[in-house]
């Protein structure tokens, strides 16, 4: 390996590194309290229901035509404890509490998300379209 191959492998790390440094200041950063969270489920790309995140421990059973989840939540959190999926890799996902953590199993083509409703939508860096 050359010099010049050293310096822009160097150079692709610190880029990378410093993206990703960015992203999670900004993730941490946000303000919010407990109880003020909530969890979007959607089925299918379309909103199927969405939770109030608290302290007491609520159960969420749902049967759709691509399967059938079961959620706890609970401590300003939420957690897949079922999953009838051939791999139930949504299980190990654990559980999510912060955010724009995401729980997602591709199977049952779902998808669940903690989001914080009081955050500005200006403040919103995502995709407004793909092409």
Not at 54 to 62: A, D, L, N, P, W
Not at 111 to 122: K, Y
């Amino acid at each position: 390996m050359k010099r010049g191959d050293f310096v822009i492998i160097v150079l692709v790390l610190l880029v990378a590194g410093s993206i990703y440094g960015v992203k999670w200041m900004n993730n941490r950063n946000e303000h919010y309290a407990q109880g003020d969270l909530k969890a979007v489920i959607t089925v299918n790309g379309k909103e199927y229901k969405t939770v109030s995140l608290t302290k007491e421990e609520q159960i969420i059973e749902m049967k759709t035509k691509f399967g059938h989840n079961i959620f706890k939540v609970y401590d300003y959190g939420i957690q897949m404890t079922y999953s009838d999926a051939p791999l139930p890799i949504a299980l190990e996902m654990g559980f999510i509490s912060r955010p724009r953590q995401q729980i997602i199993c591709i199977p049952a083509r779902l998808m669940v998300e903690v989001v914080n409703p009081d955050r500005s939508i200006d403040d919103d860096d995502e995709l407004d379209a793909v092409i």
